[in-house]
Protein backbone atom coordinates (compact mmCIF):
# COMPACT_ATOMS: atom_id res chain seq x y z
CA UNK A 1 0.00 0.00 0.00
CA UNK A 2 1.57 3.32 -1.20
CA UNK A 3 -0.54 6.33 -1.31
CA UNK A 4 1.11 10.49 -1.58
CA UNK A 5 -0.63 13.89 -2.07
CA UNK A 6 0.67 17.13 -2.62
CA UNK A 7 0.71 19.13 0.60
CA UNK A 8 -2.29 22.27 0.24
CA UNK A 9 0.47 24.24 1.36
CA UNK A 10 2.77 23.25 -1.67
CA UNK A 11 -0.23 23.46 -4.02
CA UNK A 12 -0.28 27.55 -3.35
CA UNK A 13 3.25 27.92 -3.84
CA UNK A 14 3.44 26.22 -6.64
CA UNK A 15 5.42 23.50 -5.75
CA UNK A 16 5.14 20.15 -6.52
CA UNK A 17 4.73 17.27 -4.53
CA UNK A 18 8.53 16.64 -3.23
CA UNK A 19 7.30 12.88 -1.63
CA UNK A 20 7.63 9.54 -3.89
CA UNK A 21 7.47 6.33 -3.36
CA UNK A 22 7.91 2.87 -4.52
CA UNK A 23 7.00 -0.45 -3.60
CA UNK A 24 7.27 -4.46 -4.20
CA UNK A 25 6.81 -7.29 -2.38
CA UNK A 26 9.06 -7.51 -0.01
CA UNK A 27 9.83 -3.33 0.52
CA UNK A 28 8.06 -0.11 0.43
CA UNK A 29 10.57 2.73 0.49
CA UNK A 30 9.08 6.64 1.16
CA UNK A 31 11.57 9.42 0.05
CA UNK A 32 10.38 12.97 1.64
CA UNK A 33 12.52 15.86 -0.51
CA UNK A 34 13.66 18.54 1.03
CA UNK A 35 10.96 21.91 0.62
CA UNK A 36 14.26 24.08 0.77
CA UNK A 37 15.90 21.95 -2.05
CA UNK A 38 15.34 23.72 -5.41
CA UNK A 39 14.74 20.35 -7.65
CA UNK A 40 14.29 17.85 -4.88
CA UNK A 41 11.13 16.49 -6.18
CA UNK A 42 13.38 15.30 -9.35
CA UNK A 43 16.17 13.83 -6.99
CA UNK A 44 13.50 11.56 -4.90
CA UNK A 45 11.71 10.04 -8.63
CA UNK A 46 15.78 9.79 -10.34
CA UNK A 47 16.76 8.00 -7.03
CA UNK A 48 13.61 5.55 -6.63
CA UNK A 49 13.61 4.42 -10.89
CA UNK A 50 17.28 4.05 -9.97
CA UNK A 51 16.81 1.97 -6.93
CA UNK A 52 14.55 -0.44 -8.53
CA UNK A 53 17.00 -1.33 -11.01
CA UNK A 54 19.79 -2.44 -8.63
CA UNK A 55 20.21 -5.97 -7.63
CA UNK A 56 18.23 -7.72 -5.03
CA UNK A 57 16.72 -3.86 -4.40
CA UNK A 58 13.89 -4.96 -1.61
CA UNK A 59 16.17 -7.46 0.10
CA UNK A 60 16.89 -5.77 3.59
CA UNK A 61 20.43 -7.47 3.88
CA UNK A 62 21.25 -5.18 0.70
CA UNK A 63 19.25 -2.06 1.56
CA UNK A 64 21.98 0.35 2.98
CA UNK A 65 24.81 -0.67 0.77
CA UNK A 66 22.38 -0.47 -2.47
CA UNK A 67 21.50 3.16 -1.23
CA UNK A 68 25.52 3.97 -0.62
CA UNK A 69 26.16 2.42 -3.88
CA UNK A 70 23.64 4.44 -5.81
CA UNK A 71 24.92 7.63 -4.62
CA UNK A 72 27.60 6.84 -5.88
CA UNK A 73 26.48 6.04 -9.15
CA UNK A 74 24.66 9.27 -9.54
CA UNK A 75 27.63 11.20 -8.38
CA UNK A 76 29.98 10.06 -10.74
CA UNK A 77 27.76 10.43 -13.77
CA UNK A 78 26.64 13.58 -13.05
CA UNK A 79 29.86 15.40 -11.75
CA UNK A 80 31.74 15.92 -15.01
CA UNK A 81 29.13 18.20 -16.20
CA UNK A 82 30.30 20.90 -13.84
CA UNK A 83 33.12 22.79 -13.75
CA UNK A 84 34.55 22.42 -9.69
CA UNK A 85 33.37 20.17 -7.12
CA UNK A 86 32.29 22.98 -5.15
CA UNK A 87 29.86 23.88 -7.91
CA UNK A 88 28.70 20.50 -8.44
CA UNK A 89 28.21 19.99 -4.63
CA UNK A 90 26.09 23.30 -4.53
CA UNK A 91 24.42 23.07 -7.55
CA UNK A 92 23.45 19.14 -8.04
CA UNK A 93 23.75 17.63 -4.62
CA UNK A 94 22.34 20.35 -2.52
CA UNK A 95 19.79 20.97 -5.50
CA UNK A 96 18.60 17.61 -5.90
CA UNK A 97 19.45 14.83 -3.54
CA UNK A 98 18.15 16.15 -0.29
CA UNK A 99 15.72 13.89 0.62
CA UNK A 100 14.57 11.57 3.70
CA UNK A 101 14.95 7.68 3.24
CA UNK A 102 12.59 5.74 5.23
CA UNK A 103 12.11 2.19 3.90
CA UNK A 104 10.37 -0.93 5.90
CA UNK A 105 10.70 -4.71 4.80
CA UNK A 106 8.39 -7.72 5.94
CA UNK A 107 10.27 -10.65 6.48
CA UNK A 108 8.50 -14.18 7.91
CA UNK A 109 8.78 -13.26 11.34
CA UNK A 110 9.48 -9.35 11.45
CA UNK A 111 8.45 -5.32 10.18
CA UNK A 112 12.23 -3.78 9.89
CA UNK A 113 11.86 -0.14 9.21
CA UNK A 114 14.91 1.79 8.04
CA UNK A 115 15.35 5.43 8.18
CA UNK A 116 17.88 8.39 7.86
CA UNK A 117 16.25 11.44 8.37
CA UNK A 118 12.64 12.54 9.65
CA UNK A 119 9.86 10.90 9.63
CA UNK A 120 7.21 8.65 11.31
CA UNK A 121 7.00 5.39 12.13
CA UNK A 122 3.46 4.16 12.54
CA UNK A 123 2.52 0.83 14.32
CA UNK A 124 -0.85 -1.71 15.19
CA UNK A 125 -0.37 -3.68 18.11
CA UNK A 126 -2.14 -7.18 18.35
CA UNK A 127 -4.50 -5.02 20.18
CA UNK A 128 -5.23 -2.96 17.40
CA UNK A 129 -4.05 -0.01 19.03
CA UNK A 130 -2.51 2.69 16.83
CA UNK A 131 0.58 4.70 17.80
CA UNK A 132 2.97 7.20 16.15
CA UNK A 133 6.36 7.23 16.25
CA UNK A 134 7.75 10.82 15.22
CA UNK A 135 11.57 11.59 14.23
CA UNK A 136 12.37 15.03 13.64
CA UNK A 137 15.53 17.40 13.57
CA UNK A 138 13.91 20.42 13.22
CA UNK A 139 14.86 22.26 10.24
CA UNK A 140 17.85 20.74 9.70
CA UNK A 141 17.90 16.99 9.34
CA UNK A 142 20.48 14.64 8.52
CA UNK A 143 20.52 13.62 4.65
CA UNK A 144 22.08 11.22 3.37
CA UNK A 145 23.53 13.55 0.44
CA UNK A 146 25.39 15.51 2.70
CA UNK A 147 27.92 12.24 3.12
CA UNK A 148 29.43 13.83 -0.12
CA UNK A 149 29.78 17.00 0.39
CA UNK A 150 32.96 18.80 1.65
CA UNK A 151 31.74 22.32 3.14
CA UNK A 152 32.23 22.59 7.08
CA UNK A 153 29.04 22.81 7.93
CA UNK A 154 27.94 19.65 6.33
CA UNK A 155 30.41 17.49 8.20
CA UNK A 156 28.83 17.27 10.91
CA UNK A 157 26.60 14.77 9.14
CA UNK A 158 29.34 12.64 7.70
CA UNK A 159 28.92 9.95 10.33
CA UNK A 160 25.26 9.53 10.33
CA UNK A 161 23.75 6.12 9.56
CA UNK A 162 20.40 4.37 9.01
CA UNK A 163 18.64 3.75 11.88
CA UNK A 164 17.09 0.49 11.93
CA UNK A 165 13.75 -1.12 13.93
CA UNK A 166 12.89 -4.09 14.52
CA UNK A 167 9.02 -4.72 15.00
CA UNK A 168 8.04 -8.47 15.85
CA UNK A 169 5.03 -10.04 14.38
CA UNK A 170 4.22 -11.72 17.55
CA UNK A 171 3.45 -8.15 18.98
CA UNK A 172 2.63 -6.70 15.71
CA UNK A 173 -0.03 -6.45 13.10
CA UNK A 174 1.29 -3.56 11.14
CA UNK A 175 3.54 -1.25 9.93
CA UNK A 176 3.08 1.67 8.23
CA UNK A 177 6.17 4.52 7.02
CA UNK A 178 5.32 7.61 6.35
CA UNK A 179 6.89 11.36 5.91
CA UNK A 180 6.12 13.89 8.46
CA UNK A 181 3.24 15.67 6.00
CA UNK A 182 0.93 12.92 8.01
CA UNK A 183 1.21 15.51 10.90
CA UNK A 184 -2.95 16.14 10.95
CA UNK A 185 -3.32 12.10 11.22
CA UNK A 186 -1.39 12.50 14.50
CA UNK A 187 -3.11 15.37 16.21
CA UNK A 188 -6.44 13.82 15.58
CA UNK A 189 -7.89 16.28 12.58
CA UNK A 190 -8.77 14.10 10.60
CA UNK A 191 -11.52 11.93 11.69
CA UNK A 192 -11.84 7.83 11.47
CA UNK A 193 -8.18 7.83 10.37
CA UNK A 194 -6.92 5.50 13.21
CA UNK A 195 -9.88 3.46 12.17
CA UNK A 196 -9.05 3.02 8.40
CA UNK A 197 -5.02 2.41 9.39
CA UNK A 198 -5.77 -0.58 11.27
CA UNK A 199 -7.91 -1.91 8.29
CA UNK A 200 -4.95 -1.01 6.31
CA UNK A 201 -7.99 0.50 4.30
CA UNK A 202 -5.95 2.39 1.31
CA UNK A 203 -9.16 4.05 -0.38
CA UNK A 204 -10.66 5.23 2.62
CA UNK A 205 -6.76 6.22 3.91
CA UNK A 206 -6.91 8.49 0.65
CA UNK A 207 -9.85 9.33 0.12
CA UNK A 208 -9.45 11.52 3.86
CA UNK A 209 -6.14 13.17 2.81
CA UNK A 210 -8.13 14.57 -0.61
CA UNK A 211 -10.89 15.77 1.35
CA UNK A 212 -9.55 17.45 4.35
CA UNK A 213 -6.65 18.42 1.97
CA UNK A 214 -6.58 21.98 3.41
CA UNK A 215 -5.02 20.37 6.81
CA UNK A 216 -2.11 19.19 4.68
CA UNK A 217 0.71 22.03 4.75
CA UNK A 218 3.32 19.95 3.63
CA UNK A 219 2.97 16.91 0.89
CA UNK A 220 1.82 13.24 2.69
CA UNK A 221 2.90 9.74 2.10
CA UNK A 222 2.22 6.54 3.84
CA UNK A 223 2.94 3.38 2.94
CA UNK A 224 2.70 -0.42 4.22
CA UNK A 225 4.03 -3.43 3.20
CA UNK A 226 1.32 -5.37 0.98
CA UNK A 227 -2.02 -4.40 -0.01
CA UNK A 228 -3.60 -1.87 -2.29
CA UNK A 229 -2.52 1.32 -3.91
CA UNK A 230 -3.86 4.65 -4.65
Given at each position: MLITSQG??????????????????????????CSEAKYSEIGTRLFAQLFLEKEECDKVEKFENNVRLLFEDIIGM????????????????????????????????????KLFGDGYIITQN???????MKFSYGKCPPYFAYKYCSAEIYKKF?????????????????????????????????????????????FMIGSSIKSHRQSFGDDVTIAMVGGESL
Open positions: FGHFTKGLNNQDFGIETLRMVLVLDGMSNGYPSRKEFEERFIIENLLFTIIACFETEDQFIVLRGLISYHNYEFKTFLFDKTNFSKVFVATDGVLPFVKGDIPGIDDYISKGDA
